[in-house]
């Protein structure tokens, strides 16, 4: 039986393997797929006496452990339209997104990592004007009072929203795009039958990024459709986390290039593979060079399989192992059966011929039904119904896709996306700052790092990158945002519409953010 929904999914496994593994994490819990089931219906019930139900909306920000994947998987069956939120964000963002979303209820893990979390949802849903309650989600996770609670029947409509992703964008405001479960299954039905994740004798997966991404929802996707056990990492520390890759036998590592290079920088630290049952890097979310491609395949001996996929549109292109290592190297995959993708002149609609660089456009199943403040909608979408993603690709015509730049004006630093606009707009409000770019540079670790570049209001009076980074976490800016170089300018470099020439800025500070690809 083909499953439709996201619990269709839940509930066809726990009947196909009830007794394989389906969840364990660092501490040793193990959990099969019957228990899963089991647990997240016991999880739907505790939520049901609190309110939730059918499109009830539901914001979430939790850590990557057991106790959030029930509640996943129980917002899912009780058909709930959810919004999964970072951890790192903070008052700013967290303003932003719930007053998009408009949640009932916001679910957070009290206190984590030195952060109160319950704290921090009270005072941005006080700020926001909104009326949602907050509950918190321990590591023991949610338990009924009434243990006998009957549960309505399960949603059976795929194509209703049920997903609400938060992206910056390149507006500067954080927003939220909305995906029903038709396109979650979709996008991750096409990195199974690609990539062959999850479909050898053995394979182990993990999620050792922040599940609240879109991409722990797709990984969870895989976990169900094959029926593969996936560990859970609560915190990303590089040797402590490898060796617990190692300790459970991972064969399958999905995240982004910084993820990546983790593995790379400890097998270069210690001259052994830190993972001696990896077979597969697969993920996307940041540029893989092809230098980087090659000395993966090279000391670490294992497949890679770069994908281009993006919030508004779960999976553009996955790729194919057996494609060979030059088109690996040098493209994202190819487009998948369930997306259309075009290539038009940038500021035009002039669709381009296969390698041309133009903008990627694209529509199909996994693409967003829209944001959750249809104010957003005119802009991101073309007339005739294509998203505009504001990527530069070239596509073949084999359909294989070379990412090249971005019109967008975002950097993406390990995987997250920042807006450049943001950081610009609270340097500007800085009374000794007359000009402002923020550009991301090519960075090893990060992919890429934020700098900014600024005019002084007075060329004597020249700010020091500490006080600026103190001022803008004071003005809610999260650590993840802020500038990790600063670089100061007499005159900055202008384009002939007369706005600030940033690919200068990169050329003389760096590189080219993203290498430019055959």
Known sequence: MFAETFWDLVDQRAETTPDAVALLDEDGVRLTFAELREQASSTAARLAELGVGPGTAVAWQLPTRISTVLTLCALARLGALQMPLLTMYRERELGALLAAGRPELV???GQWRGTDYTALAHETVARAGLRAAVVTVGPEGLAPRDPAMILPEPPTE????????????????????????????????SVVSRTGAGTRTGDVGCIAFPIGHLGGTQYLTITLL???PTLLVEAFDPARTLATFARHGVTIIGGSTALYQAVLAERRRTGRSPIP??????????P?????????RAELGVEVAHCYGMTEALMVAVADPA??????????GRLIDDVRGRVVAPGGDAVLGPGEEGEMQVRGTVVTTGYTDPAHNTTAFTPDGWLRTGDLVRMSASGHVAVTGRIKDVIIRKGENISALEVEELLLAEPEIAEAAVIGLPDAERGELVCAVVRPTHPAARPALGELTTRLRAAGLITRKLPER???VDAMPMTGLG??????LRARFGAPAGEKRP
Not at 180 to 188: C, E, I, P, T, Y
Not at 288 to 296: Q, T
């Open 323 to 332: 494609d060979g290592d030059e088109l690996l190297a040098t493209t994202d």
């Open 277 to 286: 049952t990896l077979r597969l890097l697969t993920g996307g979310g940041a």
């Open 288 to 296: 893989l060079s092809a230098a980087l491609y090659h000395e993966l």
């Open 158 to 189: 795929a194509r209703e929203p049920r997903w609400a992703y938060a992206t910056s964008g390149s507006s500067g405001v954080p927003k939220a795009a909305l995906h029903n479960d038709r396109g979650v299954l979709a996008a991750a039905r």
């Open 499 to 504: 706005k600030i020439a940033k690919n200068e």
């Open 226 to 228: 094959t029926g593969t």
């Open 486 to 488: 600063l670089e100061i």
């Open 107 to 109: 679910l957070v893990p």
